[in-house]
T-cell receptor, first 111, second 115 residues
């Protein structure tokens, strides 16, 4: 069974703090995606990483793909209340395969 | 609006009943995926269709079935409903497999409550 483990499961921080969310698997991903989900809505794609060691930035969000393509991290700098939501990593273990989701990290940023 | 339309948004039904959830994919997308989201299981892949044909199956129960029609909309049928089937059901679509960077576009989901 292919599993994606995310940590931490819950994160409550103050506005302006930095945070990192981790996503790990024992198997190699062909590509990995990060989604953000708000209450009452479906997940929305933030980024796709494909190459081992790849780093992508989206404003205050930095996404990193591990060299061995088994892990990824999401770092948010100077978090804002608008960053509150459920962050999900999801991976393809092979092209043409199904997208497997981690359990998610519930982030709460308090003003 | 993501472009993926799911109906109904909410559904309350009794145990033993059968319901149908409907999904219209984003214009131009040929692949449709169904996911179940519950608090303890997270987002679980159920089934994928590509241009009318079943492409991949996940942890879908035998009581559940789906199909994709010629106009590319899809329906998920849930029968002999149990309390444990209460969850959010999401439909997503993509142009092809979604792994090439485009990812999946999700609808807003159908919240199913079985009482």
């Amino acid at each position: 069974t292919q599993l994606l483990e995310q940590s931490p499961q819950f994160l409550s921080i103050q506005e302006g703090e930095n945070l990192t969310v981790y996503c790990n698997s024992s198997s190699v991903f062909s590509s990995l995606q990060w989604y953000r989900q708000e209450p009452g809505e479906g997940p929305v794609l933030l980024v796709t990483v494909v190459t081992g060691g790849e780093v992508k930035k989206l404003k205050r969000l930095t996404f990193q793909f591990g060299d061995a393509r088994k892990d990824s991290s999401l770092h948010i700098t100077a978090a804002q209340p608008g960053d509150t939501g459920l962050y999900l990593c999801a991976g393809f273990y092979n092209q043409g395969g199904k997208l497997i989701f981690g359990q998610g990290t519930e982030l709460s940023v308090k003003p | 609006d993501s472009g993926v339309t799911q109906t109904p948004k909410h559904l309350i039904t009794a145990t033993g009943q059968r319901v149908t959830l409907r999904c219209s994919p984003r214009s131009g997308d040929l692949s449709v995926y169904w996911y179940q989201q519950s608090l303890d299981q997270g987002l679980q892949f159920l089934i994928q269709y590509y241009n009318g044909e079943e492409r991949a199956k996940g942890n879908i129960l035998e009581r559940f079935s789906a199909q994709q029609f010629p106009d590319l909309h899809s329906e998920l049928n849930l029968s002999s409903l149990e309390l444990g089937d209460s969850a959010l059901y999401f439909c997503a679509s993509s142009v092809a497999g979604g792994y090439d960077g485009g990812g999946y576009t999700f609808g807003s989901g159908t919240r199913l409550t079985v009482v």
